[in-house]
């Protein structure tokens, strides 16, 4: 069975920083591709980042990136130079080796971001 | 392209009662999902669906039934509600496979006394 963690409940950070948001996952799956989301206090959830289990550079979109350390299985989420914006929930999701396999989320994180 | 709309947006049912949430996507995605968010929780998946005419069970299905007659189309039913019930249902929807991100709709806030 798949599951994804995400041990940070809530974090707080200063404007500007770096975070790190942490995800572990387990799977038995040699093919899968693992998502973060990002859902603000108005409720919607905004796809970020994607990363392969085969690909071999750690993925990058914007002030996002990926950390992929696939020995370890984690894939945590880099947010560079935070913004007062960044402030959300944020979701660690993975998608299993067959093609209909169901997408699973973690429980979050809450990140808030400091003036 | 409207993306992925749910109907109602907000609804308070009473214990027993039953109600259809609609949800509609335009993009032409085979895949599409129902989840569950609990007040300050992570998404749970109650059904899935490959493609019109195939459904699955995900993680909490008990409670609920859903059917896909076309590939637009992924109505989830609640058969008589539960004050356990009360969260917020998101529909999503995919194309197959790989770095296929899912696309979700804005969600409807369900409540039930």
């Given at each position: 069975?798949?599951?994804?963690?995400?041990?940070?409940?809530?974090?707080?950070?200063?404007e500007?920083?770096?975070?790190?948001?942490?995800?572990?996952?387990?799977?038995?799956?040699?093919?899968?591709?693992?998502?973060?989301?990002?859902?603000?206090?108005?409720?919607?959830?905004?796809?970020?980042?994607?990363?392969?289990?085969?690909?071999e550079?750690?993925?990058?979109?914007?002030?996002?990136?990926?950390?992929?350390?696939?020995?370890?299985?984690?894939?945590?989420?880099?947010?560079?130079?935070?913004?007062?914006?960044?402030?959300?929930?944020?979701?660690?999701?993975?998608?299993?080796?067959?093609?209909?396999?169901?997408?699973?989320?973690?429980?979050?994180?809450?990140?808030?971001?400091?003036? | 392209?409207?993306?992925?709309?749910?109907?109602?947006?907000?609804?308070?049912?009473?214990?027993?009662?039953?109600?259809?949430?609609?949800c509609?996507?335009?993009?032409?995605?085979?895949?599409?999902?129902?989840?569950?968010?609990?007040?300050?929780?992570?998404?749970?998946?109650?059904?899935?669906?490959?493609?019109?005419?195939?459904?699955?069970?995900?993680?909490?299905?008990?409670?609920?039934?859903?059917?896909?007659?076309?590939?637009?189309?992924?109505?989830?039913?609640?058969?008589?509600?539960?004050?356990?019930?009360?969260?917020?249902?998101?529909?999503?929807?995919?194309?197959?496979g790989?770095?296929?991100?899912?696309?979700?709709?804005?969600?409807?806030?369900?409540?039930?006394?």
């Open positions: 069975a798949q599951k994804i963690t995400q041990t940070q409940p809530g974090m707080f950070v200063q500007k920083e770096a975070v790190t948001l942490d995800c572990t996952y387990d799977t038995s799956d040699q093919s899968y591709g693992l998502f973060w989301y990002k859902q603000p206090s108005s409720g919607e959830m905004i796809f970020l980042i994607y990363q392969g289990s085969y690909d550079q750690n993925a990058t979109e914007g002030r996002y990136s990926l950390n992929f350390q696939k020995a370890r299985k984690s894939a945590n989420l880099v947010i560079s130079a935070s913004q007062l914006g960044d402030s959300a929930m944020y979701f660690c999701a993975m998608r299993g080796e067959n093609r209909d396999d169901k997408i699973i989320f973690g429980k979050g994180t809450r990140l808030h971001i400091l003036p | 392209n409207a993306g992925v709309t749910q109907t109602p947006k907000f609804r308070i049912l009473k214990i027993g009662q039953s109600m259809t949430l609609q509609t996507q335009d993009m032409n995605h085979n895949y599409m999902y129902w989840y569950r968010q609990d007040p300050g929780m992570g998404l749970k998946l109650i059904y899935y669906s490959v493609g019109a005419g195939i459904t699955d069970k995900g993680e909490v299905p008990n409670g609920y039934n859903v059917s896909r007659s076309t590939t637009e189309d992924f109505p989830l039913r609640l058969e008589l509600a539960a004050p356990s019930q009360t969260s917020v249902y998101f529909c999503a929807s995919t194309l197959s790989g770095n296929n991100e899912q696309f979700f709709g804005p969600g409807t806030r369900l409540t039930v006394l």
